[in-house]
T-cell receptor, first 115, second 114 residues
Framework: EAQVTQNPRYLITVTGKKLTVTCSQN?????MSWYRQDPGLGLRQIYY???????DKGDVPEGYKVSRKEKRNFPLILESPSPNQTSLYFC??????????????FGPGTRLTVL | AQKVTQAQTEISVVEKEDVTLDCVYE???????LFWYKQPPSGELVFLIR??????QNEISGRYSWNFQKSTSSFNFTITASQVVDSAVYFC???????????FGAGTRLTVKP
C-alpha cells in the first residue's frame, strides 16, 4: 500500500531533550516536506526537500533540523525542544515538485507535547 | 510573497444546504498551483483538487465544485446538498512552480448538522 508513515504518532517530552520524528514514504517520491499545524494558523511549512541531499527552509524552520540521506526517509530533528514547538506535525511527499504541480500525500501526523 | 487567505474560520449549515468556502490568494508567480485538502475529524489530510494557473475552467466532481477566477485571485469551493460526512476542516493551498514552497490557508471548519 502506497503510504507515508510517521513515528511516533504521539510524543510527550520535556524541554531540551533531543528528539527525532521519522518519516518514510514507499512511493519513490522525490519531494518531501514537513509541516506543523497549529489552531488558527493552518499548516506551516518547516522544511522541504526536492531530492536526496537537497533540503531548504520553509516558513518556520527555527528550532528544527532535517536530513535527506535516502530518498524514502526525511526525519525531523528537534535538538532542544521548547514548549512553543508543541504542535501537530505532518510529513508529506509528492512525485516531483519541480513545477509545484503534484499533490502531496500526507502522513497520519505526530502530536508532540513539550513540557 | 505568497499568501492564502481563508476568511471564514467556521461555517455551520444544516444538511442539504449548499455551502461555499472562500479562498483568496496572493502570488507574484505567473505559474502556480492551487489545491484544496480536507481534514476530517479523524485528522488525516485528504487531497481534493489541484488547479494550475493557466486553467480557469471550473470543475465539478459529484457534489463538489470549484470556481477559479484569476481576475479576483480566488479559488472557491462549493459543496452542493451538504451531508454530515462533509463536516471537516478544509484547507486551500498554493504552491510555486519555481520552488518547493507550499503555503496553506488557516482553514475553514465546516459543520453540517443533521
Amino acid at each position: 500500500e502506497a503510504q507515508v508513515t510517521q513515528n511516533p504518532r504521539y510524543l510527550i517530552t520535556v524541554t531540551g531533550k533531543k528528539l527525532t520524528v521519522t518519516c518514510s514514504q514507499n512511493m519513490n517520491h522525490e519531494y518531501m516536506s514537513w509541516y506543523r499545524q497549529d489552531p488558527g494558523l493552518g499548516l506551516r511549512q518547516i522544511y522541504y526537500s526536492m531530492n536526496v541531499e537537497v533540503t531548504d527552509k520553509g516558513d518556520v524552520p527555527e528550532g528544527y533540523k532535517v536530513s535527506r540521506k535516502e530518498k524514502r526517509n526525511f526525519p525531523l530533528i528537534l535538538e532542544s525542544p521548547s514548549p512553543n514547538q508543541t504542535s501537530l506535525y505532518f510529513c508529506a511527499s509528492s512525485l516531483i515538485s519541480r513545477y509545484g504541480d503534484d499533490e502531496q500525500f500526507f502522513g497520519p501526523g505526530t502530536r508532540l507535547t513539550v513540557l | 510573497a505568497q499568501k492564502v487567505t481563508q476568511a471564514q474560520t467556521e461555517i455551520s449549515v444544516v444538511e442539504k444546504e449548499d455551502v461555499t468556502l472562500d479562498c483568496v490568494y496572493e502570488t507574484r508567480d505567473t505559474t502556480y498551483y492551487l489545491f484544496w485538502y480536507k481534514q476530517p475529524p479523524s485528522g488525516e489530510l485528504v487531497f481534493l483538487i489541484r488547479r494550475n494557473s493557466f486553467d480557469e475552467q471550473n470543475e465539478i466532481s459529484g457534489r463538489y465544485s470549484w470556481n477559479f477566477q484569476k481576475s479576483t485571485s480566488s479559488f472557491n469551493f462549493t459543496i452542493t446538498a451538504s451531508q454530515v460526512v462533509d463536516s471537516a476542516v478544509y484547507f486551500c493551498a498554493l504552491s510555486s512552480s519555481y520552488s518547493g514552497v507550499m503555503r496553506f490557508g488557516a482553514g475553514t471548519r465546516l459543520t453540517v448538522k443533521p
